[in-house]
């Protein structure tokens, strides 16, 4: 099972050379091989044995230990370096071997080829834990990715986690645990806040770390998982969540595979009331998978976990500023109740500026009360405003007592029981006015039971006292009211509703007719009926003389089809012919044919021979499931073939009630098509919806397979006459 404990083994790898890692990441919890007893081993360890740390202080592999000593962590700490008795006035043992006390956690600052020893004698050693920094694993080619199998396996043989490789470690801000090399340690952490950081990137996290110290957010714990050959993001993310000092966890995701592991933390956040933030990164239009279908070819790879997100209140950001601003704002301001916003201003034009970034961010801005603008009429100046951007000019600040006046805005406008949080947008307020300014919001702020939250368009060199005090109370700035309006829609409740429905006992029986339609051995009218979906009667036949026969039987104008299970969109090869007579039945079968051999068309069984459906309102029903661990998913939309063009599509996770189906059609910019356009007649509204849900339960039933099921066009009649399924896409091979 690997060396025995010893000073040869250890020798061995300080050899090799005395700088081990490149950058990294870490972060908290309590001690047994339980997942939560590992992470408190990391988190809130005991002891830590600082493996490979050098004796020249410039190195990175002697931060570490500087970090702990200066951050006054209370816990035991052992060097290990065959190499020296003593550093930094500590002994220095020769091995892990040699230490007499319990040792919690193991930081390996020891080069890649040497690793998995060092973690096979933690494990001698009765450590709990050990965070790896070494770069040159699997990011660097099949020689790291197999010493990174290697590494795995003696963690799991030595019954250790690991955290890493290729990491910076980890910090817990209440307990003076900094055990990491990253530079942005290097400097005094704010008080902890609730809100803790885990990402993949050590590089990222050391930016994430340092940028929140500037602004003043003291972060609880900080992590970077690295490579993730044992413990992964969503891991320690679960175990940041389990703890009661921290109510955010803010999380930088360079690619979330695990659909099951995600979907179950954001349903811990959500049951436990706290917030998860997640910066990804990988999303562009190169990461998109090819989708047989209309619905595939329209979304992205990462619409599950976008769909999972906003079920389950996951705030999804897209650089690391904004990343910071959420959580600031989350750290230090009360929970919205809805999203309206009363908006302060010292200037008119900034106020407009903000009140149409709030609407683009899908805020109201709404006209305050006129009993609030009657009292506002008391603090504000003659040529003020007090609707909605309330302005204070400039003026105010030439008021007797125009910080109580200032003070007195604020409460005014939060009182307003059409408001939901309180914006101000400050202009040239500098210097020592700015710096009054500063603590009269300070203190507005933490008497009102509403969010207020503050913009400062000035530059920083003549707003410095002024915005030294904002950070002093943690309290954030943000540079723009564009920043602003954008970070209150991510803290402001969701838009509309996302309920899932149980999906109801009838689709049981229906995975098996799903498969008999794929293989061909059931025809989609038997699905669609199933489903309770009409659908327009429908006959394949395989020579002109049937197709003749089958037109006149089915009677008046029919459409005629291309049937093959290699084609998806008919209409692509000029597969479908419309509003044909019995009588000319025969001669565009002969016709289509033909079409096929030229196109080279494969698994032509024939031709689908259609009766054709009264003109309505074209809708496309979608249903994908990835089979991957995240749920299911149902898209509606305006449908035909110019689907893919106009991209008018509303997606949820599947089942969905019919309040949430309606929902989804009335979110359309095609809604006014089936609500009465003009004059026109109403489309059948209920027959839609009920198409929506019945293919959201199928497609439920189906989530652990890669499936997709695609209706386009649904036709949909006047009001009362119902909706018709003219096209069904089934696709077995989603990757």
Not at 140 to 150: F, N
């Amino acid at each position: 099972m690997g060396p025995a404990r010893g000073d040869q083994v250890q020798q061995a790898i300080f050899e090799k050379t005395e700088d081990p890692a490149k950058e990294g990441g870490v972060p908290l919890s309590d001690g047994d091989q339980s997942n939560g007893n590992v992470l408190s081993a990391l988190f809130k360890p005991r002891s830590v044995a600082i493996v490979g740390m050098s004796g020249k202080s410039e190195s990175l592999t002697a931060r570490p230990l500087a970090f702990l000593q200066r951050s006054g962590f209370t816990g035991e700490l052992y060097p290990v370096n065959p190499n020296y008795e003593e550093l930094r006035g500590i002994t220095c043992y020769p091995s892990l071997g040699a230490i007499v006390g319990p040792i919690d956690l193991v930081l390996s600052m020891v080069p890649a080829a040497g690793v998995a020893d060092v973690v096979r004698q933690a494990g001698q050693a009765g450590a709990k834990a050990v965070i790896v920094f070494a770069s040159g694993f699997a990011e660097v080619g099949p020689e790291g990715v197999a010493l990174q199998s290697e590494l795995a396996q003696a963690a799991r043989e030595a019954g250790v986690r690991v955290l890493g490789p290729n990491c910076q470690g980890v910090i817990n801000n209440s307990l003076g645990l900094i055990a990491t090399f990253t530079g942005a340690a290097d400097r005094e952490l704010p008080p902890p806040s609730g809100v803790a950081y885990v990402g993949q990137s050590g590089a990222i996290g050391g930016s994430v770390l340092d940028l929140a110290t500037e602004i003043g957010l003291g972060l609880t714990a900080w992590a970077s998982t690295g490579n993730q050959a044992d413990l992964t993001l969503v891991e320690v993310a679960t175990a940041l969540l389990d703890d009661d000092g921290i109510r955010v966890v803010l999380m930088y995701a360079e690619g979330i595979t695990d659909g099951s592991s995600f979907v179950a933390l954001a349903k811990k956040a959500d049951a436990l009331g706290k917030r998860l933030v997640i910066l990804r990164s990988g999303r562009s239009s190169v990461g998109r998978r090819a989708a047989a279908s209309h619905t595939g070819a329209m979304l992205g790879d990462d619409l599950p976990l976008v769909l999972t997100a906003q079920h389950y209140g996951v705030i999804l950001v897209d650089d690391v500023d904004e990343l910071l601003a959420v959580g600031a704002a989350l750290a230090s301001t009360k929970p919205m109740s809805g999203r309206r916003v009363g908006i302060i201003t010292t200037s008119g034009g900034a106020g407009i500026l903000a009140a149409d970034h709030f609407e683009l961010h899908g805020v109201e801005v709404p006209e305050l009360a006129s009993e609030t603008q009657q009292d506002l009429q008391k603090f504000v100046p003659d040529f003020g405003a007090t609707s909605n951007p309330v302005d204070v000019t400039a003026q105010i600040l030439n008021m007797a007592n125009w910080t109580d006046a200032f003070a007195n805005v604020c409460a005014t406008v939060a009182k307003d029981p059409s408001v939901d949080a309180v914006a101000v947008v400050l202009t040239m307020v500098t210097g020592k006015q700015g710096a009054m300014l500063a603590d009269v919001l300070v203190r507005a702020a933490a008497g009102i039971d509403k969010p207020l939250l503050v913009t400062w368009l000035a530059g920083r060199e003549q707003t410095l006292e002024g915005r030294e005090l904002f950070r002093e109370h943690s309290f954030p700035v943000f540079p723009s009211v564009g920043d602003l309006a954008r970070t209150v829609a991510h803290i402001a409740p969701a838009l509309g509703f996302t309920d899932v429905a149980p999906a109801v006992a009838r689709v049981s029986t229906l995975p098996a007719l799903f498969d008999a339609c794929a293989n061909g051995s059931a025809q989609s009218e038997e699905l669609l009926g199933a489903l309770g979906v009409a659908s327009p009667h429908s006959v394949i036949v395989s020579n002109a003389e049937d197709a003749g026969r089958a037109a006149g039987e089915i009677g008046a104008p029919v459409a005629m089809k291309l049937h093959s299970s290699q084609l998806a969109h008919k209409s692509d090869v000029g597969g479908v012919r419309l509003g044909i007579e019995p009588s000319g039945a025969t001669s565009v079968f002969v016709e289509l044919m033909a079409l096929a051999d030229s196109n080279e068309i494969p698994d032509v069984e024939g031709v689908l021979i259609q009766e054709m459906i009264p003109a309505g309102v074209e809708l496309i029903i979608g249903a994908t499931s990835t089979g991957d661990g995240f749920p299911a998913m149902v898209t509606v939309g305006i449908g035909g073939i110019t689907t893919e063009i106009y991209r008018d599509v509303i997606s949820q996770i599947a089942p969905v009630s019919a309040r949430s189906a309606r929902s989804m059609l009335e979110r359309l910019r095609g809604w006014p098509l089936l609500n009465g356009f003009r004059g026109s007649a109403k489309a059948d509204v209920n027959a839609a919806v009920g198409a929506v849900v019945a293919v959201s339960e199928l497609i439920a039933t189906l989530s652990d397979r890669a499936v997709e099921f695609e209706i386009n066009p649904l036709i949909v009649a006047a009001e009362g006459q119902g909706a018709y399924a003219v096209d069904l896409l089934i696709s077995t091979a989603v990757s």
